[in-house]
Each structure stands twice: as structure tokens, then as C-alpha cells.
């Protein structure tokens, strides 16, 4: 039977996820349903299905847009290849991009820096559109991705002289450490982006998840395995000498989870509306009544990002 459940903050939504749900919401609040958008508009599947029931259309090409149609098209959060945005505006598609502004740093970064001569060292997830669309910003011969410190040594670049590394957004602290230490020793002449390129929600909630996982046997993370934030919260939480798992919700959860837990705790990623935090909280207390339920504040957040000019302006 579990007698506490402690609730970290800061868990949830981020200011680059709010921004961008609010993006697709105004449009259809300012165009009427339908809206298109190029991807999941942030990496959570019940956020996409509640935004398909107020009237989005979700889609991986742009193929998938009814043809001889014009159509309001959202980039997602995540970033695009501006070859794709240029495409969408060709066929007449009138574009709103809700790229988070931390992703859109790392695309400035990465076109400067090719303008610039240096070779480009990119720390991501190969197949996750953050780092397809940094990646776009430039051409092939001036970046290569790796995931982790293991493809270091392997490594082959152009030249040494002019190197410098960025990341995805969403990546684990101590992993990118261990990464741009293995690039600095085998790469003298690296240099760092001005500051990091790791996003504030995304430390935040892996230090929280921290401090989390020290203090609970059991750490249920409510996210999608597509989001790479929520995966690294899962990751840093079991690196404290917590059990934990990830859920979309309580429906994924299984009993065998429970035995021997007397703590849980429950964080939640940056694109998990705070309602599935809500119901799986009640879904534990109606199978332990006698449960206390307590906050772990560890860090207070007040970043908010406006909403893109497009929409601004109407």
C-alpha cells in the first residue's frame, strides 16, 4: 500500500509547448477549422487529440493536404527545414511557424556559424525533427550529427580548425557533459556555443525529476516515448535509485509496479497537460484512500513566450 505520493514541480508544460498549443487554438479560433499542422505540434498524443477534436488536421507531408487546396499550415514546436516552409508557401498555403524561440536560437547559431566557416558538430537524436531541422538550415558538407560520446573517436570531419558544437534542445545534461568532453579531448579547437544550448524547461524538470527520484521508491513520468524530454525524465529519476516508468496515463500503469513502494512520486514532460497529472493522481488515491499527498517545489518558473507576429498583428 502506498502511503505518500509526492508531486515535484516544476513538471508540465513548458512556455515553448503553451505557445505553440496556443498557436494552432488562435488560428482556429481566427480562421475556422480546419488547420493544418506539419507534425505533432508538440510530442503528446493527447494534446494532438484534443486539438483534432477542436478542428486540426495533423501531417507528416505536405502531400497529405488535399490537393488545389490553400490552407492555414502550423509548423510544430519542434523546428522545420525552411526548404519545407518555402515549399508549403509556394503552393499557396498561408504558414504560421510555433517553432519554440530555444530551438529557433539553435537554428540561428547553426546558419552563423556555417556563415562563418566552422564545421558544425550536432548532439541529437537522428530521426527527431528538432535536429531535421537544424540540419536544414545547412548544407550537408558544413554539419554531421552524433548521438553520443561513443561516435567521438569514429568521427570524421573536414577540417579542425574552425569547430564548434551544438545540441538538441531536450537532451540530458549529464549525457551532452560526457559528450562535449569526449569532443574537447579529441578535438582541441572545439568551441561552445555563447550559452547552452540545452533548454531551460529541460533542466529544470530533470533536476526536479532529481531530487524526485531521491526521495521516492517509485517515479511515474507522464509523457509520450516520442518526447525526448519526458524519455530523459524517466532516465535521471532511475539514475537517483528510483524504479520509474513512463505513461501516457493511467491506463498504461501495471500493479506489479506498486509492490514494496511505500513512495511515489509523479512528474510529468514539457508537453503533458497538467489534467493527465490530475487523473492519475485520482486514479492512485481511489486504490489507496488513506494516501498523503504532498508538493516538492524545487524551482519557480515565470518564462512566457508571446505568440508569432502572424497573429499578433490580426
Known amino acids: 500500500m502506498i502511503g505518500k505520493i509526492i508531486l515535484v514541480r516544476p513538471r508540465g508544460f513548458c512556455a515553448g509547448v503553451d505557445r505553440a498549443i496556443d498557436v494552432v487554438e488562435t488560428c482556429l479560433e481566427i480562421f475556422g477549422a480546419p488547420v493544418y499542422v506539419k507534425h505533432a505540434i508538440v510530442h503528446n498524443t493527447h494534446v494532438v487529440g484534443d486539438l483534432e477534436k477542436k478542428g486540426a488536421k495533423f501531417v507528416e507531408d505536405l502531400d497529405e493536404i488535399p490537393s488545389g487546396e490553400k490552407v492555414i499550415l502550423v509548423f510544430s514546436a519542434h523546428g522545420t527545414p525552411p526548404s519545407i516552409k518555402e515549399e508549403a508557401k509556394g503552393r499557396g498555403h498561408k504558414v504560421i511557424d510555433a517553432t519554440c524561440p530555444l530551438v529557433t536560437k539553435v537554428h ?17 537524436h537522428r530521426g527527431h525533427p528538432e535536429p531535421i531541422g537544424v540540419m536544414g538550415e545547412i548544407g550537408s558538407e558544413s554539419i554531421v550529427l552524433i548521438e553520443d560520446a561513443s561516435e ?3 568521427l ?6 574552425k569547430l564548434v558544437y551544438l545540441n ?10 560526457h559528450t562535449i568532453e569526449a569532443l574537447k579531448k579529441r578535438f582541441p579547437n572545439i568551441i561552445a556555443p555563447p550559452s547552452s544550448d540545452i533548454c531551460y524547461a529541460t533542466t529544470n524538470r530533470q533536476y526536479a525529476a532529481r531530487e524526485l527520484g531521491k526521495k521516492c521508491d517509485l517515479v511515474l513520468v507522464i509523457g509520450s516515448v516520442t ?8 532516465d535521471v529519476s532511475e539514475e537517483e535509485g528510483a524504479k520509474a516508468y513512463l505513461i501516457d496515463d493511467e491506463s498504461q500503469i501495471e500493479s506489479s509496479w506498486f509492490v514494496g513502494v511505500e513512495t511515489l ?3 510529468s514532460g514539457a508537453s503533458a497537460p497538467e489534467y493527465l497529472v490530475e487523473n492519475l493522481l485520482n486514479y492512485i488515491k481511489g486504490k489507496n484512500p ?9 524551482l519557480k518558473e515565470e518564462i ?9 498583428t490580426m
Do not use: C, H, M
Open 304 to 312: 512566457k513566450f508571446p505568440l508569432p507576429d502572424d497573429l499578433v
Open 227 to 234: 518526447s525526448s524530454n519526458s524519455q530523459r525524465l524517466r
Open 290 to 298: 488513506e494516501v498523503i499527498v504532498e508538493n516538492l517545489d524545487v
Open 108 to 124: 540561428l547559431e547553426a546558419k552563423r556559424y556555417a556563415n562563418e566557416g566552422y564545421f558544425i558538430i550536432y548532439v541529437g
Open 168 to 177: 538538441q534542445t531536450t537532451l540530458s545534461i549529464p549525457d551532452v557533459s
Open 265 to 267: 512520486g509523479i512528474t
Open 156 to 161: 570524421s570531419v573536414p577540417q579542425e580548425e
Open 152 to 154: 567521438v573517436e569514429a
